[in-house]
């Protein structure tokens, strides 16, 4: 067993090794790469960054796990991954011959991140655009993810070359956004659903993070950032509410511990509920449409 070379500027990502790297269409339309043994693929964005959008992409998949399902995390913010400290896993990836074996959390959700590729977690991934999408079709096709109910992609924020790649290459089924309830994050939240709209992804819903919070001392609830404007961008574009999670300050300090998992509350239960019904939901209308 191998370990897989990390990131430098003269050493970029091989081709997967199973998938192979997409292949071009007439008219330069990227094809998509093969599911595999993957029944569902959710991509979680947001507009921008700060947002929250790893913390709730970490706690849906370990709110869904806990619900029975198998479940994997793919990190393709490249420049900034935060999956491996919300769950305290450490690498390098290794290869023994059937793909890139990933990292495993506590409870056994595989991931893979570009944090695993590099011996110091404080250095930079200083990539152009063309290797950081590159690497984003290995973790896809050359990862020996096994048989899994989600695989939940962690997005960079922003409209640039990863989500790109990602809307074009990977065969994802949907797509969750995550904004905070300032008229800014609402804003900037719109440009990445517009994207994802233009590309044909399904838009399943938006969450509200750090919606509200509670006074410690009169239990009084506070909408520290305002009211919100979360039902008015799910109006807008006719998708549902996923949730309004709180800002909660035992969420940060289970993810300072890398034991975000461990987190529970009955809006996260909601949130699961919801994405499980969108999706069953589309899946049976695209059956319905075959």
Known sequence: MSAVPGPSAGHPPSAPPHAGPPRGRPGGVLQRMDKGRLQHVIAVGSGKGGVGKSSVTALIAAELQRRGQTVGILDADITGPSIPKLFGV????????????????????????????????????????????????????????????????????????????????????????????????????????????????????????????????????????????????????????????????????????GRVDEFRSPELSALAEGLVRKVDELTKGSATML
């Open 90 to 257: 450490t690498g390098p990836l290794t290869d023994a011959g059937e793909g890139i074996e990933p990292a495993k959390t506590r409870s056994g959700i595989p991931v893979v991140s570009s944090q695993f590729m590099v011996e110091d977690e404080q250095a930079p991934v200083i990539w152009r655009g063309p290797l950081v999408t590159r690497l984003i079709t290995q973790f896809f096709g050359g990862v020996n993810w096994g048989k899994l109910d989600y695989l939940l992609i962690d997005m960079p924020p922003g409209t640039s070359d990863v989500p790109l790649t990602v809307f074009q290459t990977i065969p994802i089924d949907g797509m969750v956004f995550v904004l905070t309830p300032q008229d800014l994050a609402a804003l900037i939240v719109k440009k990445a659903m517009n994207m994802a709209r233009d590309l044909h992804v399904s838009l399943l819903g938006v969450v509200e993070n750090m919606s509200w919070i509670v006074c410690p001392h009169c239990h009084e609830t506070i909408n520290l950032f305002g009211p919100g404007t979360v039902a008015r961008v799910g109006a807008e574009y006719g998708i549902p509410i996923l949730a309004r999670l709180p800002l909660t300050p035992e969420v940060s300090e289970l993810a300072d511990a």
